[in-house]
């Protein structure tokens, strides 16, 4: 069963940090990925992609809301990717989910963390 586990969300303080983890397990051989994402949720909100790597190009983007603060990465070793969040804002408070879309189209969903950030 194809499982994304995110972890790291909590309660920080405006202009604090966190880094998010997104664990992957039970892709079968011979998955390939068109891309590997974050999304986040606010109350009242629509989802929102705000961070993607697209593995066929090597490069990673990110939304304007969040260009220059976060930082994507990805550790193949460990099919773990990751989600430095730095300058954190009170709007950045939401419940963040990690997704990894196939090449095929298929979307995989985690459960999703929840990052509060306090004024």
């Known amino acids: 069963e194809v499982q994304l586990v995110e972890s790291g969300g909590g309660l920080v303080q405006a202009g604090g940090s966190l880094r998010l983890s997104c664990a992957a397990s039970g892709f079968t051989f011979p998955f390939t990925e068109y891309g590997i994402a974050w999304f986040r949720q606010a109350p009242g909100k629509e989802r929102e992609g705000i961070s993607c790597?697209?593995?066929?190009?090597?490069?990673?983007h990110y939304a304007d809301s969040v260009k220059g603060r976060f930082t994507m990465s990805r550790d193949n070793a460990k099919n773990t990717v990751y989600l430095q969040m730095s300058s954190l804002k009170p709007e950045d408070t939401a419940v963040y989910y990690c997704?990894?879309?196939?090449?095929?189209?298929?979307?995989?969903w985690g459960q999703g963390t929840q990052v509060t950030v306090s004024s």
């Open positions: 790597i697209i593995s066929s190009l090597g490069t990673t």
């Open positions: 997704n990894v879309r196939a090449d095929w189209g298929t979307d995989y």
